[in-house]
């Protein structure tokens, strides 16, 4: 009996050639991995001694891909397969009743679901690195070493942020051009829930999806190991009791009624047009016209505002009165050019109510009005895909993330959505237009600059 120690596919690989050469045949090999201490013999044939054997290469990527399972007889199962092709069993990785090639199969299909496992529920939180700039640390406990598969994903989603996400036996951080990988870390190694958590949470029950709430699935899907390190783990069991109040909410007729009039392909001329016929909701009978986003198709960089004003309902522009200049004008001072940005609000009509003196008032849109024209908003974002969207007021806020959102408590805290990449709210610039004293007024554009910094500042990352 020859025993063999590997921990990976380049030392399985070097082991299984040298046991190859040597004719071992598989019930002579007796395979361990890093965690087994008791194979510590290792074969005796070096590497260049080894005779060259043609596999196909679709087995050499399986292998490698195998040998990042935490099966214990991983290494055994691949030198097995590669013995029946060195002896001529050519077929042997598509035969059905072969009980190893099955069981690659199903260790490649367990390695793939814990890589989609990982793309979904891996929660970034952000952190101060020493230097004060921003960090973001995720932690997550897979079954198997997948890492190193999964790391590259993470550097796609967010290229801009600087991240490490942590397991117990490794780490993998982004600097924003290179990925590294380091030692692992214990889940207290990682950043406490915080309030980026409570916007998540906010944003994850807005998201829910009450009609698809099936208990079954949903604990297949998210069995408790994973729920426990997510920050809406807490929340799953309250929002599948609440689902049959909100598939009624989903199915309003208002809501149903835009989305059945938008048009499939998304394109910002077709859902223009479209929108411009809508009267999904009441608000749409008294307005001059619907008043829809514009800007770059492709831009980066979305802005969202609450609805148009009395000017922009006749010039039929978004931001073309008061506090579209306002904007403007603090854009431009935080270093931001409004004709690269894709413009828009969260409702497309004016509402208003006409005053005796002829003047019209404008009124905030209720909770169903929002929801009604929430379908053209997100087919605009599916339209733009942009990489960054912020949001101004708190009516816009909630219009992705829920009625919870509030702006003094929620605004300036970048997060993570399906939308972008990057989500923020700050003040609508008609609060600082109405802000209650000279001091309210100040300290509220300090803090909308700041804002509409720290936006500056990422999409100079994003653009350079
Ligand atoms: S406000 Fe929105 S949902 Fe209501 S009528 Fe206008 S476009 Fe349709």
Redesign the pocket.
């Known amino acids: 009996m020859i025993a063999a120690r590997a921990f990976d596919f380049d030392s399985w690989r070097m082991q299984a050639r040298a046991l190859l050469n040597a004719e071992v045949s598989p019930e002579d090999a007796l395979w361990g991995d890093e965690q087994t201490a008791l194979f510590g013999g290792t074969p005796s044939t070096q590497p260049e001694q080894a005779r060259a054997v043609r596999v196909p290469a679709s087995f050499l990527s399986k292998a490698e891909q195998a040998c990042q399972h935490a099966d214990p007889e991983r290494f055994a199962v691949l030198y097995r397969l590669l013995w029946k092709l060195a002896h001529g069993v050519g077929h042997v990785l598509e035969d059905p009743l072969d009980p190893d090639a099955a069981r690659l199969t199903a260790m490649l299909r367990e390695l793939s679901e814990e890589e989609h496992d990982m793309h979904a529920f891996v929660r970034f939180r952000a952190t101060r690195a020493p230097d004060g700039s921003e960090h973001w640390v995720a932690w997550f406990n897979p079954v198997h070493s997948i890492l190193k598969r999964v790391a590259p994903f993470f550097a796609r989603r967010y290229p801009a942020m600087h991240w490490t996400l942590l397991t117990p036996t490794a780490s993998a951080s982004w600097d924003g051009t290179t990925l590294h990988f380091g030692p692992g870390a214990p889940s207290e190694a990682a950043p406490r829930p915080d309030q980026v958590d409570a916007l998540f949470l906010s944003y994850y029950e807005n998201i829910f999806n009450p009609a698809r709430s099936n208990p079954k699935l949903l604990h297949r899907q998210l069995p408790p190991r994973l729920l426990r390190d997510m920050p809406e783990g807490g929340e799953v069991a309250r929002l599948a009791k609440d689902a049959p109040k909100r598939v009624q909410d989903m199915n309003s007729p208002r809501a149903s009624a835009?989305a059945a009039l938008v048009p499939n392909d998304h394109e910002l001329g077709s859902l223009r047009s479209a929108?411009a016929h809508?009267?999904?909701?009441p608000?749409?009978e008294h307005a001059t016209q619907?008043v829809f986003g514009e800007g770059p198709p492709n831009a980066r960089l979305m802005i969202v505002g609450e609805q148009p004003g009395d000017e922009e309902d006749l010039a039929g522009k978004p931001f073309v009165g008061p506090a579209g200049r306002l904007l403007e004008k603090l854009l431009e001072r935080a270093g931001l050019t409004r004709s690269e940005i894709y413009v828009t609000n969260a409702?497309?009509?004016f509402k208003f109510e006409r005053l005796p003196t002829k003047r019209r008032l404008h009124m905030r849109p209720v909770r169903s009005?929002v929801e009604?024209?929430r379908a053209?908003l997100l087919a605009e974002v599916d339209s733009v895909k942009p990489d960054m969207i912020l949001c101004l007021g708190a009516t816009a806020a909630q219009s992705f993330c829920g009625p919870q959102f509030r702006v003094q408590r929620d605004r300036g805290k970048p997060t993570t959505t399906p939308w972008a990449p990057w989500w923020m709210a700050t003040y609508h610039p008609s609060a600082l237009l109405r802000a209650s004293d000279e001091a309210a007024r100040k300290q509220m554009e300090r803090q909308f600059l700041d804002d509409l910094e720290t936006t500056h500042e990422q999409l100079a990352k994003l653009t350079h």
């Open positions: 835009s929108a809508c009267r999904a909701c608000i749409g619907t409702v497309k009509h009005e009604a024209c053209w």
